[in-house]
């Protein structure tokens, strides 16, 4: 099964998610497009070492940015269909770049990859000042165009009140929520994956 994690806004956490997702499915990790360094590839790779197979990216730019900017710079077009997912006998965790809508190139947008992919969306929340506006926005947006939305991480402070009110917009679960944390390494990941695999097989 192909897992397709974005977020409703960049700097959002995707990478520890991926990270705690990957060893939870015992998935193998893609990042199709990659704007600047450091590589979130490598980045799993320091957390997981050998415990993860990483494929190689599909589009590699050097420009930080939005992948349509950072690509316009390498003097590269972006396109969905020269974008084919790595063949894998595991379950497929694929990061996306930004939220939902940062644009690939003038008509292509990062959510028209996850039926591309043949994904389930996985959607990291942060919790801050102005989180459930975002939130609910990317909710309208997976709707509209029918995403299979597997559930919800939050990142950040626990914040009951904000949870409630963006859950009572979604009939999908809370799959974990990921507490700020001073260190991240492979115990801190092992640990959220454990509490993770328990959601999820409660759910399925």
């Given at each position: ?15 520890l ?36 197979k ?84 990317s ?60 959601n ?5």
């Open positions: 099964m192909n897992y397709f994690v974005s977020a409703i806004g960049t700097d959002s956490g995707k990478t998610a991926s990270a705690i997702l990957t060893q939870a499915l015992k998935a193998d990790y893609w990042k199709p497009i990659q704007a600047g360094e450091p590589t979130d590839s490598n980045t799993i790779r320091n957390w997981l070492g050998d415990r993860v990483v494929h190689p990216e599909a589009y590699y730019l050097k420009t930080p940015a939005s992948p349509h900017y950072a690509a316009e710079v390498d003097n590269i077009r972006l396109s969905i269909n020269n974008l084919k997912c790595p063949l894998t006998q595991n379950n497929l965790l694929i990061e996306g770049a930004g939220g939902l809508l940062v644009p690939l190139n003038e008509t292509e947008k990062m959510i028209d990859l996850i039926p591309h992919f043949k994904a389930e969306l996985i959607l990291i929340a942060n919790v801050y000042l102005g989180s459930i506006n975002h939130t609910l926005l909710l309208e947006a997976i709707k509209s165009r029918g995403i299979k939305l597997r559930g919800i991480i939050f990142n950040g402070p626990d914040v009951k009140s904000t949870k409630d009110i963006i859950m009572s917009h979604t009939s999908a679960p809370c799959l974990l929520h990921i507490s700020e944390e001073n260190v991240i390494d492979g115990a801190v990941i092992k640990r959220y994956a454990a509490e993770l695999k328990k999820w097989d409660e759910l399925d």
